[in-house]
């Protein structure tokens, strides 16, 4: 997929920087300058297809999912639906999420007692990374 130029300085080295209702968000890596593109309407990047429909796998819930990722709750529910995804039952485990700059990533992590007692998965999300949870329930 190619990325626009930055609007600014014009320089080609944008990245992508997760979506503003419903809008591309990019960086430029020269002059750091953020802008956003045209909607996206139906034509939403497969990758935040794919990581709406994980974090719905995972019980988030679709109001939840749109503050994450910036796409709405309508296009996630008709995601659930168009690709026939289920969520399993669950009971023992409760996901949490935290969306994380590096720097607050690399701290999170110095601690060792961030990192008992619960699985986790960490994915990137635009310039941040966003980093899943999972807690077993106390009985
Ligand atoms: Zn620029």
Known sequence: MKHPLCP?????HVVKSGI????????CKKC?????VSKLGKNIDSY????ALQLYIEGVSYRE??????VSHVSVMNWVR???VK?????EYHPSYKVLSHSELVAHMQSAKNLQGAGMMITELGDKYMM???KRFKE
């Open 20 to 27: 503003i209702n419903e809008r591309q968000r990019y960086r």
């Open 48 to 51: 935040y297809v794919t990581k």
């Open 82 to 84: 168009k690709y026939k």
């Open 132 to 134: 899943i949870k999972w």
């Open 8 to 12: 600014r300085c014009e320089a080609q």
């Open 65 to 70: 999912i749109e503050r994450i990722l910036g």
């Open 32 to 36: 750091s300058y953020y802008f956003t």
């Open 87 to 91: 969520q399993p039952e669950q009971t």
